[in-house]
Each structure stands twice: as structure tokens, then as C-alpha cells.
């Protein structure tokens, strides 16, 4: 491998595109002839439809078609699928979910009609002459109160609005160890639901041609494949090869835009139908009451310590909102996603959890990023931050004493880490704390009336996505190589990243490569973006196929340079004969092996290369992470003061991307502990944080300053040494926050509070403590003095 790409800081090759405004997005492309379409939604979260009169609307003008769920029956439209591989305790029951509403709608939002007219305005104005006529029915938004008696019923083959419940781990072992625990600490806690909210919103265009029987999607999709197989094998009963779905840049995704959606059904549907392409293209509003959201699980769980301190074992019991429908992978996001990181960086020896899946009149929910390791490192980090304090044991102390410190570890959910820096990212933290005054500001915030935490906390990923990943290296005609990969950029800069591979591993420019992604017909297979597996996966899979280059490569240059195939090294881009007195630079020669006549006897034309990585192992990001905030006691307004990282990701291809992507996740881990949060009515299940009027997003001016840390461990388990890095913010942030927040609040005697953490609350909870009787604690809430920062 020649060294010079990978390792270093370069700027995204694909930024000139977008700060020039050559971006190409979906809202960006015209079809010829293109129609408009308008999904009409449910205005309540739960009715029945005794009616659709749509004549008025048909008769607008510009109206091309109102759709209805009767229109998908009559053409033998399937369901969309819910594709998540659970192992469930009994099956899981996954109800119907259609792309039009047929007889009930059960979340605001869903949809219910398809209108379609000549322009976006026309169909709108159609669209508002459709009636509907409901039957209101009671709704229930919060999973724990579905699962009691007397709660409305979703659907009638989930009694009880049960979907699944999961099981992992040694039950006996742990009680064992709870029986024989010297302490056991218990917490609940809410995990707040979110609204991802990527910057572009959803939209795609749906063509068919009538002669081919094809169709083409155009949409802003992170994984092209997945979205074409269920496509043709539930919605359409079609081959594979009767689609083709693609994407042009796509304006960020955080997971959301994996999933099959009602609208890409019916763009497609109604352009067969039609005769012409369809355009949908929602609007923000709309993407608060249709598009995944994430999180919303309510835990209890409690930790067994011996004497001394020492973990023993972990038990979790959860309750997770699915929302009103299985979403494409729904279930993973409290089963196995957070299965793999429960217990995070610490040695736990047995561990058991177990999860109820729940229907709720709400939008479903799906993986978000991280999708159940920000879950599971939420709970572990509250949890022995809870165990600090009621012990009285410094909470640096207590998770060094029980860091996972072997390699490799097997956790108690079978789980097996290769390796980690998990105590040297802790005592590098710790002397930061030490050294860093915080005692004193602590006192001088305490003299002007506010009070002032720290909070720390690790983290551990585990990253892999969907496993296995193809990539190609196609050699073109203008001397351009093409670099072909399964996973999908949103984002990310993988335009520059897997250049700067691909130009290290074949010793060429890294102006000589052209990306290609995204694209089922350009892309012969691929499991797109999501769990920070692009590198890993992606990474690997162009690994083997530049090897694959080489290996053939040397044997056409060894033929051509006639000399024996060991005598022939690569450098530099060239193959060179012993000394260097006869070589041959690579682009020169896969020219020549399109020629039969310049190839050993027996081998096929062309250097091109197709390798496919099918591994499935995990590698596991980590790090520790401290925040400084400061409350107004008056007001209960939290000010994030300052926010320290040291992570491990492993080998950096790029560390400049590398540090945007985690800037990126803190910003989102931010907003999870301090503003957003999705709420509908109890009653109505009315969405009430429908608009960024209600919803709040993190900003600029909520941010600090960031000191990260980028101190990498390259892992063996693939050849980059490579561990994701798109999530580890967004895992990490939370509990770190919260922790830094109860350590302020801990003199008032203050040991809980959910996320956000917004004035409202933590003025609560400072009035609700002061109306406790008994005095006020004086001190550094979970910071003994002993241990305490000087």
C-alpha cells in the first residue's frame, strides 16, 4: 500500500459541488411530463373511514387521479414489509401496514389518499375537495399505558397491542448474583422520542416504462438494494430486475431515509397507473407526522455490586413505542441493536434484558442514529453514576474499577470485543478533570447563585450495520477509474474517503477516481449506510478488490515485461522487473488487458475487479467524554459550559471528516438532553411538537466549544484497522450531560431527571426538592472530597 491518502486531513472533494450549487438533489431533477402528487393524511390519530367522496376532487382542474385504498386492492398492491430478523420469545406479530389507509387510520398522519394532478398547487387544491368521513375512536400514545386492560385495542391480532417480546441473556445467573450482591441500584428512565429531521427532506420521483414493464425511483434513499428488493417482492410481485431505484446526493439521512415509506408505493404505483412520472415531495410539516422517528422506551433496570464496588450483573426490563405500524426495521432498535453495547465498557459478568414491543396511535419508530446503543449507554452510565453517588465512591473510581480491561472480552450477552482503549481514554480524562479548575468555578458560579456539574461518562459502539458489502474497480476508456460501492454517502464525504483508499492501495492520483454509488443498475448489490458500517464494510470490500487488481495485474505485467510473476513488484502505480529497468504504470496496463492478445493463456479480458466483503463481525468505537454545564436555579436554565472527548475510532482515513462526523452526533446528543422531545396528547394523540415552532433543534449558540480527542486503536478485525465513527457523538453526549446536570443539582438533593432537560423541568425539580424538608447538601454532588479535583 502506498502511503500518502489515508491518514490525512483533505478537504471533500465533493464540497465544490455543493457550495457551487452543482448539487443534485430530487427537488433539483425534472422528469418530462412529470405529474405532481399530494398525500391526503389523517387529521386524527385513531378512526375509522366510513366514507371517501373524492367526485369534487376529480373534477379539479389539472386533477389526474384521486387514489384510495380500494384503487390498491384492485391492482393487487401488497403491503409494505417489515424486514427485522428478531428472535423473538414468540412470534412477532406484524399487522398490515398499507400504503393507503384501508377502514382505520391509527396515527396522525397516516395516509389516507393519493392525488395527483398536473402541478404541486393543483393537486393541493384538489386534494382539499376530498372528504373523508370518520368515526373518531379513543387513542393511546404511551407504551406503557397500551399494554393495561382497559387501553383501545390497534389491532385485533395483537391483543393487549403486544407486538413481540425479546429475551437475551442468563436470567439464573443473574438473580443469582442480585441474591448475592453486597448493593443493588435501581433507576427508570425515560428514553425521549425524536424527530430525526435531516436537512433535505423526503421526496422522490416515480417513472414506469409500459413497454419493459420497469420502474424507476428516483428518491432520497440511503440503501437503493434493500428498497428494491421489498419493493419487488411485497409491494409490486415483480423480479428484482423490473426496478431500478436510485439516488442523486442526498441532503443527510441519520437513518431515516432507509426505510420503505408509503410514498415510494405510490409515486410508482400511480406512474403504471398514469402513464407518466409522479413527483412527491413532502413538506416539513408533513415529515413530522410521516417519517420514522426514533427512541421513545421506558426502562427500569437495576445493577448488583459486591463489596467494594465490583459489578455483578445488569438487569433491564423495557417497554419500547413502536409507534402504530412495524417499520422496515422497527423492532431493531430495542432488541438487537441495544443488545449488542448493553453493559458498555464495562465487565459485567451476567447480564439479562428483556423487552415488550408496543403499538401507540404514533408515527412508527425505526433506527435513528445509533438505534439502541445510544439506549444502552444511556441507562449503564446513569446507572453507575447512581451507584457513584449512593455508594459514595468517585464515579472516576468506580468505572475504573470496573472497566473492561482484557482482550478479547466475551460480555454476558455474547458479545465478543476485540479491543480498546476503555482505561487509558478514562485516566486521560481524569487528569483533565484534575488539572482543569473546575472546583474553583464551581465556587465562583455558587457566589453569583448558580450552580455549577460535571458530568462524565463512556461510551461504547458497536459498529456494523447490515453485515457483508460489495465494491468494483472499474478501469474506463478516458483513464478514469471508477470506484463502485454498496454503501451510500449522505453526507459523510465518501467521495473523498474511499478515494483516498483507493488511491493509496493502487499508488494513483486521487483526481483519477469516480465514485459510483446508489444506483441499483450501476451498483450490482450493496446494503447502503446505517450502524457506521461504511469504512468497516465498504472499506474492506475496495480493500479486496484493489488486491484483486494487483494480483491479477502482476500477472499480465509479469507477461508483458516477460519475466516470472515473482520477479514483478507494484509501487507507486507501477509494475516493476527487478531493478526497475523494465516497468509498466497500471493504468497503461489494464488498458492493454482489454486486448485478449497481451494476456497470459486461459485469462479473461480486463482488470476490472468485483470482491465482495461478507463479514459480519462488529468493531467497537468508544471513548470517554465530560461536560461542564451551569444551571439558573431561578429559571432552570441549563447552559452547556464546556464538553471534553477522547474517542477511539480506530485507524482515521480522514481525521477532518472523521471529526465532523462527531461534532455532528454531539450536536444531536445535545438537542436529545436538552430541547427535543415528541409529544402528542394523552387524549387526542394530537401531535403537539408538530413545526420547529414547538420542536426545538440544537443551534449554533447552544453549542460550546468542542475538545475532541481523536486517539485511535486500530482494531485486526479488517485490514484498514478501521471502527465507525458516524454515531459515537449522539451515543455519547446524553448521559454525559444528564450526569453533569444531577451533579449540579445533587446539593439540593436532586438524583433524577429525563431527558430533555429543559428549564421547565429542572425548575421542577429544584421547587420539588426545596419543598423537601431537611436542609440543603452542601458540596460537589457526586464528587467525594477525597477524590475530588483539588
Known amino acids: 500500500m502506498t502511503e500518502g491518502h489515508i491518514g490525512r486531513s483533505l478537504r471533500r472533494l465533493e464540497d465544490r459541488r455543493f457550495l457551487t450549487g452543482q448539487g443534485r438533489y430530487v427537488d433539483d431533477i425534472d422528469m418530462p411530463g412529470e405529474l405532481h402528487g399530494i398525500v391526503l393524511r389523517s387529521p386524527h390519530a ?4 366510513e366514507g371517501i367522496d373524492a367526485a369534487a376532487a376529480r373534477a379539479m382542474p389539472g386533477a389526474r387521479g384521486v387514489f384510495t385504498a380500494a384503487d390498491l386492492d384492485t391492482d393487487g398492491i401488497g403491503t409494505l414489509p417489515c424486514i427485522a ?5 414468540a412470534p412477532m406479530i406484524v399487522p398490515p401496514r398499507r400504503a393507503l389507509a384501508r377502514d382505520r387510520v391509527r396515527h396522525i398522519g397516516d395516509p389516507v389518499a393519493f392525488v395527483v394532478a398536473d402541478t404541486v398547487d ?28 382497559e387501553a383501545p385495542t390497534l389491532w385485533d391480532e395483537a391483543p393487549g397491542n403486544l407486538s413481540y417480546r425479546f429475551e437475551r441473556g442468563d436470567k439464573t445467573a443473574v438473580d443469582a448474583a442480585f441474591a448475592a450482591a453486597a448493593h443493588i441500584v435501581e433507576i427508570e428512565l425515560i428514553n425521549n422520542r425524536l424527530v430525526p429531521a435531516p436537512i433535505e427532506p423526503r421526496a422522490a420521483i416515480g417513472s414506469h416504462d409500459a413497454a419493459a414493464d420497469a420502474f424507476d425511483l428516483l428518491l432520497t434513499g440511503q440503501g437503493v438494494h434493500s428498497l428494491r428488493q421489498q419493493l419487488a417482492e411485497a409491494v409490486f410481485h415483480t423480479p428484482p430486475t423490473r426496478i431500478n431505484v436510485r439516488a442523486p446526493d442526498v441532503g443527510g ?83 438487537n441493536s441495544p443488545a449488542s453495547a448493553m453493559g458498555g465498557v464495562y465487565d459485567i459478568p451476567a447480564v439479562f434484558m428483556a423487552v415488550r414491543g408496543v403499538f401507540t396511535n404514533t408515527v412508527p419508530i425505526d433506527a435513528y442514529r445509533g438505534a439502541g446503543k445510544p439506549e444502552a449507554n444511556y441507562l449503564i452510565e446513569r446507572l453507575v453514576d447512581r451507584a457513584a453517588r449512593r455508594l459514595k465512591i468517585d464515579p472516576v473510581a468506580l468505572r475504573r474499577r470496573n472497566l473492561i480491561n482484557r482482550f478479547p472480552y466475551r460480555g454476558g450477552l455474547g458479545v465478543t470485543i476485540d479491543c480498546g482503549r476503555f482505561t487509558a481514554n478514562l485516566d486521560e480524562m481524569a487528569q483533565r478533570i484534575l488539572t482543569g479548575g473546575f472546583p474553583s468555578r464551581r465556587r465562583e458560579a455558587a457566589a453569583r447563585g448558580r450552580l455549577r456539574g460535571l458530568g ?81 464494510m465498504g472499506g474492506t470490500a475496495l480493500y479486496l478488490a484493489a488486491q484483486m487488481v494487483l494480483s491479477k495485474g502482476r500477472g499480465i505485467a509479469a507477461h508483458l515485461l516477460q519475466a516470472d510473476a515473482s520477479e514483478v513488484s507494484f509501487s507507486a502505480g507501477r509494475f516493476t522487473v527487478g531493478g526497475g529497468e523494465r516497468s509498466i504504470d497500471l493504468l497503461a496496463l489494464a488498458e492493454a488487458a482489454r486486448d485478449p492478445a497481451n494476456l497470459p493463456d486461459g485469462m479473461t479480458p480486463g482488470l476490472d475487479t468485483d470482491a465482495y466483503n461478507d463479514s459480519d463481525v462488529f468493531t467497537f468505537p468508544n471513548g470517554c467524554h465530560v461536560a461542564e454545564i451551569e444551571i439558573d436555579p431561578e429559571t432552570g436554565a441549563v447552559t452547556l459550559e464546556s464538553y471534553a472527548a477522547i474517542d477511539d475510532y480506530g485507524r482515521l482515513i480522514n481525521p477532518m471528516l472523521t471529526m465532523g462526523q462527531v461534532q455532528g452526533g454531539l450536536a444531536q446528543g445535545f438537542g436529545q438532553a436538552l430541547l427535543e422531545h415528541t409529544v402528542y396528547d394523552e387524549r387526542s394523540g394530537q401531535l403537539l411538537s408538530g413545526s420547529f415552532m414547538d420542536y426545538a433543534l440544537p443551534r449554533a449558540d447552544d453549542l460550546p466549544s468542542l475538545d475532541i480527542t481523536l486517539a485511535g486503536l486500530p482494531t485486526a478485525v479488517n485490514p484498514l484497522g478501521v471502527k465507525g465513527a458516524g454515531q459515537s457523538g449522539c451515543i455519547a453526549a446524553p448521559q454525559t450531560i444528564v450526569n453533569a446536570i444531577l451533579d449540579a443539582l445533587a446539593p439540593l438533593g436532586v438524583d433524577q431527571i429525563d431527558m430533555p432537560a429543559t428549564p421547565g423541568r429542572v425548575w421542577c425539580a429544584i421547587r420539588s426538592a426545596r419543598r423537601q424538608p431537611g436542609p440543603e447538601r452542601a458540596g460537589g454532588g457526586s464528587w467525594p472530597k477525597t477524590l475530588r479535583p483539588p
Not at 85 to 89: K, M, S, W, Y
Request: proline content about 4%; overall charge positive.
Open 253 to 335: 439521512g441519520f437513518g431515516v431515509k432507509n426505510f420503505l415509506y408509503p410514498e415510494w408505493v405510490l409515486v410508482l404505483w400511480t406512474a403504471r397507473r398514469l402513464g407518466r412520472p409522479v413527483r412527491w415531495v413532502a413538506e416539513r410539516g408533513e415529515e413530522f407526522v410521516s417519517s420514522a422517528q426514533g427512541r421513545d422506551n421506558h426502562t427500569r433496570a437495576r445493577l448488583a455490586l459486591g463489596q467494594g464496588g465490583v459489578f455483578l450483573a445488569l438487569e433491564v426490563d423495557t417497554v419500547a413505542n413502536l409507534g402504530a405500524y412495524l417499520s422496515t426495521n422497527g423492532p431493531g432498535s430495542s432488541t
Open 122 to 149: 393543483q393537486a393541493r387544491d384538489a386534494a382539499e375537495r376530498v372528504v373523508v368521513t370518520y368515526r373518531p375512536l379513543p387513542a393511546v400514545v404511551d407504551a406503557r399505558q397500551a399494554l393495561a386492560a
Open 85 to 89: 430478523r428478531v428472535a423473538t420469545v
Open 46 to 49: 385513531h378512526a375509522l373511514i
Open 456 to 536: 462524565i461518562a463512556c461510551f461504547l459502539e458497536t459498529s456494523r450495520g447490515t453485515p457483508g458489502e460489495r465494491a468494483e474497480i472499474r478501469f474506463e476508456p478516458d483513464r478514469r477509474v471508477a470506484v463502485v460501492l454498496g454503501t451510500q454517502s449522505n453526507g459523510q464525504g465518501h467521495e473523498t474517503s474511499f478515494a483516498q483508499i483507493a488511491a493509496d492501495l493502487l499508488g494513483l492520483p486521487i483526481e483519477v477516481f469516480r465514485f459510483v454509488q446508489a444506483d441499483t443498475n450501476a451498483v450490482r448489490s450493496g446494503n447502503g449506510h446505517g450502524g457506521a458500517r461504511s469504512m468497516h
